[in-house]
């Protein structure tokens, strides 16, 4: 008789290990607390008008073309991808930019414009990038963090240097512009923590976004979302939306023996929870807990996001599908998230702007914009303070591409600290997941395979290997792995 696993949530963790272990011959059941799969990667739609409330960056397409690989599947069986050309724009003043092509040799050219001789540390630098990609995406990131030993071998022994070295001090040894310093550590935003408190090892970050390039699912991200659903029904999981899970049962041995779902009691003895780790714990007797809530107030978490979804009657000028707003002090406002929380004064911020790449994102001769601030979680979040920021980065917007938008906004959404909370139970209303610093890498994270409940496994960006989308995608194949070895 097959074996049945339910698991928790319906993020690109879970969806992943959901394929795996129903491929592998377990029964498996996806139990979901909102009306529509993936997690925090959902659509929103009014009026002619789509956005993607969560992730809208495309980077590692490898990482993608390897999940559906192992399914005998490409994921233009799924979804159509375009890699954009120019990638991105950052903006360090009025008129002041810097355009990244999505061509690297182009990407030198830029630089060597920018700062003389720069081209020859950013060749070397890439080179190195390129390295580590291989090293960890070929293989470190596969390992399901339980010994320290993963992360010994005889590529990475060469390496240990840029574990104790960082992304910051790599970066600004050769390159003095602080346009292109900024660009170059940009990419580690997406593990969750400073530059200066990243290993240099993940400069690999560098190499997804120059040598790799970033892409553009037409339709939007939660096609991917949706392939992955398809796909997982093919192979013959079973979704259940609207379906909260509110405790995780135990019996005398502390194995998991059923899970109360809306109130109902079912058995269960096999659980895999994609769901924010801390609160899957809270779901347990306190006993059988791991970590507690001192553990967690230690830890560095990845920023939460103030997010709004912004609908305009026109065209926009000046901007990139996907730009970046750097015409602050990054250092304060990083200050801002990890060491001194609170509200930033003159907040980084990023836009995405996908209806000027794909016309579904809006009705003709409109647009459709996503606006992104980071913030330290846990913050007080108030209708006040959102609007009180959303009128700080427009008016910003207006001057720094010299045009007017205020006036043609048609409708906008906001989603922030509470609603992270409200609609995913994310500790403190984090975005990301936990911070890939040095104390919270590879088997430093918090455990795939409990070691107190048996049968109760966990996966996602609180876990191995961390924040992301295509980290997300490794995690549930390590957890899959992980189960079918031990079952």
Not at 277 to 293: A, D, F, I
Not at 307 to 331: E, G, I, P, Q, R
């Amino acid at each position: 008789m097959k074996k049945k696993i339910y698991i928790i949530g319906s993020g690109f963790s879970a969806l992943a290990a959901s394929c795996y272990l129903s491929k592998e011959g377990f029964e498996v059941v996806v139990l979901e607390k909102n009306a529509t799969l993936g997690g925090r990667a959902r659509q929103y739609k009014k009026d002619g008008f789509t956005f993607d409330i969560g992730p809208t960056w495309y980077w590692m397409p490898d990482v993608f073309e390897r999940f559906f690989a192992d399914f005998g599947k490409k994921p233009s069986d799924f979804y159509l991808l375009e890699k954009l050309k120019p990638a991105y724009q950052v903006y360090f003043g009025i008129k002041d930019s810097i355009t990244i092509d999505g061509n690297l040799d182009k990407i030198y050219d830029t630089f060597e414009k920018e700062e003389k001789g720069s081209a020859a540390h950013l060749r070397s630098f890439m080179a190195s990038a390129k390295l580590n990609y291989d090293i960890a995406i070929k293989d470190l990131v596969y390992k399901p963090g339980i010994s320290p030993l993963e992360l010994v071998t005889p590529k990475t022994v060469t390496k240990l240097n840029q574990f104790v070295s960082t992304i910051r001090k790599q970066v600004r040894k050769n390159i003095k512009s602080n346009k292109l310093i900024q660009i170059l550590e940009f990419p580690v935003l997406f593990l969750g923590a400073k530059p200066s408190n990243t290993p240099a090892f993940y400069n690999f970050m560098n190499y997804a976004d120059f040598g790799l390039g970033t892409w553009h699912p037409i339709g939007g991200m939660y096609k991917v979302v949706e392939g992955m659903v398809a796909l997982a029904e093919s192979l013959g999981v079973e979704f259940r939306t609207n379906a909260n899970v509110e405790k995780i049962i135990t019996d005398a041995t502390n194995k998991v023996s059923g899970l109360v779902v809306n109130g109902e009691q079912i058995d269960a003895d096999l659980v895999l929870s994609g769901a924010d780790y801390h609160h899957t714990e809270t779901l347990l007797n306190e006993n059988v807990r791991q970590y507690s809530e001192n553990y967690w107030s230690k830890k560095t978490f990845a920023p939460s996001s103030l997010l709004f979804y912004v609908a305009f009657d026109k065209k926009l000028t000046n901007v990139c599908h996907h730009t970046l707003f750097f015409d602050s002090d990054f250092d304060v406002h990083a200050k801002d998230i990890y060491d001194t929380p609170r509200w930033p004064d003159n907040p980084l911020f990023y836009a995405s702007f996908p209806s000027m790449t794909d016309d579904s994102f809006a009705p003709e001769d409109c647009e459709a914009a996503t606006f992104l601030i980071p913030l330290a979680p846990g913050l007080e979040d108030t209708e006040e303070l959102r609007e009180l920021y959303f009128k700080k980065i427009i008016i910003r917007l207006e001057k720094l591409t010299n045009q007017d938008v205020q006036k043609n906004i048609i409708f906008k959404k906001s989603f922030c600290v509470n609603d992270f909370v409200e609609q995913y139970n994310s500790y403190k209303g984090n975005a990301y997941g936990l911070a890939n610093t040095l104390f919270q890498t590879a088997f430093l994270r918090p455990k795939i395979k409990s070691n107190k409940v048996a049968n109760l496994y966990f996966t996602g960006q609180l876990t191995v290997p961390g924040p992301g989308v295509p980290p997300a995608l490794i995690s549930g194949k390590i957890a899959s792995d992980l189960i079918t070895k031990n079952q």
